[in-house]
Structure formats: C-alpha cells, structure tokens
C-alpha cells in the first residue's frame, strides 16, 4: 500500500520586490526556524476587512506553504478570502510598502490594506 502525499498549491504569490524584502526583514530581525510568515485576514479597517502580514510562529488551524523560500502560515479559512492575492513590495518616491493584489475584493479603501468581499 503507498501513502497519499497531500501537496497544497499556496494561495497567494510574492513578486520578487516582495520576496526581496521579505528576505530582509526576516534577516534584520533574527527569527529562529520556526518563525514563518502569517499572511491572513481580520475584522476591522475602513472596508471591513484587513490583512495581516508579519512573522508569527504556527498555530493550531495554519497550513504551511513554501512560497519562493519564505515558510508561510495561513490560517485554513483565510485561504477563503486570499486565494489569487498576489503581493509586492513599493519602494517608490510616492509609496513605499507592501501592497495587496486581491481578485476576491469587491472594493479596498485608500490605503489598501482594507477591503470588502
């Protein structure tokens, strides 16, 4: 008899500015190993919804992804809510920070770190 290896496809994608500085703040901060990336959702912000981005380690409910070397956690109904996002880094003179590409938001507020589904 062979096992069933289950591969999950991550929900979200970095471009490589986000990956770049993904790197270095993971690096400037000095996590151990089992830090990954929290990418996710919570209520609140000017169109309902906000998203959570920041090192966190793993908890009960998360999938781990692999996403261009960054371990990523996500809590399982979040994926809900993000699937498709893709996310960049701007380092712009009119910008600079992470930015959110979401095929599931009906609408985001300036900002753009809120929005509605």
Known sequence: ?????ETLTA??????????????????????????????VEG??????????GFDQKKDGDQE??????KTYM???HGLYLAGMQIDFQDGLNARGFTFNNPNAASTCGCGTSFSV
């Open 1 to 5: 008899m062979s096992a069933i290896v």
């Open 44 to 53: 609140g912000g000017c169109s309902g919804m906000s998203y959570v981005l």
């Open 75 to 77: 809590h399982k109904a």
């Open 11 to 40: 929900p979200v994608t970095f471009t490589t500015g986000a990956v770049k500085e993904l790197f270095k703040l993971r690096d400037q901060q000095e996590l151990s190993d089992d830090f990954g990336l929290r990418i996710g």
């Open 65 to 70: 992804f692999l996403i261009d070397g960054i």
